[in-house]
């Protein structure tokens, strides 16, 4: 069985204060590592999908990494707008394409 | 190019009544999910659908929840009965190639 841990389960940060969020995954033949960002009364926004230990992606402020048991999301000098729920995903190697979530950084950043 | 389209946006009903969401996918995506959220916790797959097709119920609580998937574009996704513990979020996402996930706003479901 597929399973997502996600670290913290919180966050508040100051504008401008540099950090990271953790995601561990635990996947039979991973296909896709999924990043996604929950605004309040919103769904999942898509933000990066990583394939390969080693790969790196960025978005503005945000980079995610991979390695073969986790992936971090670096967010670099924040701003208040990125305060949001942050969601980590996995895509199995089974036939289904579901992705198994975990239950997410809830991240403030206050000005 | 719009969205995923969900309707209500919102549901109040007792328990052991039933309740039916509405999803609209994006035009042309032949994979549709229906996820369930219940609050402080992720997304849990509930369905899949290729297509008019279902791919995978493994999670769905067959002796309470159907869905299907009309011609291959719209779903409905039904509770009878509800019971409290099925207050959630209902998302419904849809996908062209299986990796592309855009998910809509959701149905909040509140049983009393």
């Known amino acids: 069985e597929d399973q997502v841990t996600q670290s913290p389960e919180a966050l508040r940060l100051q504008e401008g204060e540099s950090s990271s969020l953790n995601c561990s995954y635990t996947?039979?033949?991973?296909?896709?590592l999924f990043w996604y960002r929950q605004d309040p009364g919103k769904g999942p926004e898509f933000l990066f999908t990583?394939?390969?230990a080693g790969e790196e992606k960025e978005k503005e402020r945000l980079k995610a990494t991979l390695t073969k048991k986790e992936s971090f999301l670096h967010i670099t000098a924040p701003k208040p707008e990125d305060s949001a729920t942050y969601l980590c995903a996995v895509q199995g190697g089974g036939g289904a394409d579901g992705l198994t979530f975990g239950k997410g950084t809830h991240l403030i950043i206050q000005p | 190019e719009a969205g995923v389209a969900q309707s209500p946006r919102y549901k109040i009903i007792e328990k052991r009544q039933s309740v039916a969401f509405w999803c609209n996918p994006i035009s042309g995506h032949a994979t549709l999910y229906w996820y369930q959220q219940i609050l402080g916790q992720g997304p849990k797959l509930l369905i899949q659908?290729?297509?008019?097709?279902?791919?995978?119920d493994s999670q769905l609580p067959k002796d309470r929840f159907s869905a299907e998937r009309l011609k291959g574009v719209d779903s409905t996704l039904k509770i009878q009965p509800a019971k409290l513990e099925d207050s959630a979020v209902y998302l419904c996402?849809?996908?062209?190639?299986?990796?592309?996930?855009?998910f809509g706003s959701g149905t909040r479901l509140t049983v009393v």
């Open positions: 990583l394939y390969s």
């Open positions: 996402a849809s996908s062209e190639d299986h990796y592309g996930y855009t």
């Open positions: 659908f290729q297509n008019n097709g279902v791919v995978d």
């Open positions: 996947v039979s033949g991973l296909r896709g």
